[in-house]
């Protein structure tokens, strides 16, 4: 490809293709085959970089974790207030 845009058949960017840049001390920089569900519901496979895959993988409580974190604030007297220490530090 030639590239780093990819149209689709209306000639339009598609929405899962664009460029990002990941810097990781603990990747290298090795490609995993990845899976994706496609908009008619079939799936394809995929090469990305090892750091994306696993970020992939643990976005979903990352994400948790910053809604608590705005949610919780340390004035408020709560049971979860000590989560806002444990995920911050």
């Known amino acids: 490809?030639?590239?780093?845009?990819?149209?689709?058949?209306r000639n339009t960017l598609s929405q899962k293709s664009y460029v990002i840049m990941m810097l990781s001390n603990?990747?290298?920089?090795?490609?995993a085959k990845?899976?994706?569900?496609?908009?008619e519901g079939s799936k394809e496979e995929f090469e990305c970089l090892v750091a994306i895959e696993f970020y992939n993988k643990i976005m979903?409580?990352?994400d948790l974790a910053?809604?608590?974190?705005n949610v919780y604030g340390l004035d408020r007297k709560?049971?979860?207030?000590?989560k806002?220490?444990?995920f911050a530090y």
């Not at 490809?1 to 149209?7: A, Q, R, T």
């Open 1 to 9: 490809m030639c590239s780093p845009f990819v149209l689709d058949s």
């Open 26 to 31: 603990y990747h290298e920089a090795k490609y």
């Open 34 to 39: 990845v899976n994706r569900t496609m908009k």
């Open 60 to 62: 979903g409580a990352v």
């Open 66 to 69: 910053d809604q608590m974190l």
């Open 78 to 82: 709560s049971c979860k207030s000590w």
């Open 84 to 86: 806002k220490y444990c």
